[in-house]
């Protein structure tokens, strides 16, 4: 009795030896089952694309993204106050637009020559652009505003024109960061009001040497300690 115990025991760790290295050798192919899938492998939404549900084939049907035509990065909700300490009052961006509602608002934003912000601010609002363009834009653009940023370089882009090239405005480069234009999509989720007219304010101040400041930002800029960028 006690050599027929000993046998089952050796057979059932013989088998279970077995099962264990034929699992860790064979085939990948069928992984093990995995809980909360999204835990081990995080889905990154991309705010300006199509927001599908990472592990099931129907689209996402939450009705604030189907509105926004499956885009993640949403505006303030109607009827809310925005948090904006600069005090911008601007169109809402949410509502898509037709190409003449594009375009005539970029042409009308080509005639704006000076930024809306607080002109005794100015030396801080340029050094502020300078640090959000150099992480948020830099990239394509380039430090040097050439469009020969990183990613152009690598190859994995092309087609980035030179700040000094175009004929542009403080509030065309606003306008451009706020609805995107050509390959170039929509910087309002990323960058608030104010801080998109900080940053086309860095690029005309950086890129556009014959870019007029707005009215006593001499004064200013002379008068106003620049503070570090946060």
């Known amino acids: 009795m006690r050599k ?32 909360f ?3 081990y492998f995080p889905v990154a939404y991309d705010p300006l694309m199509k927001a599908e549900d990472a592990y099931s084939k129907h689209e996402n049907e939450i009705p604030a993204f189907v509105r ?23 169109d809402s961006n949410d509502k898509a637009l037709t190409p003449d509602q594009y375009n005539g608002g970029y042409d ?3 005639t704006i020559t000076n930024s809306p912000l607080d002109p005794k601010n100015f030396a801080k609002d340029i050094e502020r652009g300078k640090g959000l363009y150099e992480k948020t834009c830099s990239a394509c653009h380039g430090v040097g ?10 190859g994995a882009y092309s087609g980035v024109p030179a ?19 050509n390959a170039m999509g929509s910087y309002a989720g990323m960058l608030n ?19 007029a400041a707005p009215a006593n930002a001499a004064v200013a800029t002379t008068a106003t300690e620049t503070p570090a960028v946060k």
């Open 68 to 90: 926004n035509d499956g885009a993640t990065g949403l505006g303030p909700i109607d009827g809310t106050v925005s948090r904006n300490k600069d005090g911008v009052i601007e």
């Open 163 to 181: 700040y000094a090239d175009r004929d542009i405005t403080v509030a065309s480069v606003h306008y451009v960061m706020m609805n995107g234009r």
């Open 145 to 154: 505003g050439n469009g020969q940023g990183p990613i152009v370089t690598s």
């Open 37 to 39: 899938p999204d835990m």
């Open 4 to 35: 027929m115990k000993n046998s089952i025991i050796k057979l059932t760790a013989l088998f279970s030896i077995t099962v264990m290295v034929l699992n860790s050798c064979g085939p990948n192919q069928n992984p093990p089952l995995v809980y």
């Open 193 to 211: 009001a104010g801080d998109r007219w900080r940053v086309a304010m860095y690029v005309m101040n950086a890129f556009k040497k014959n870019a």
């Open 108 to 110: 009308i934003a080509k």
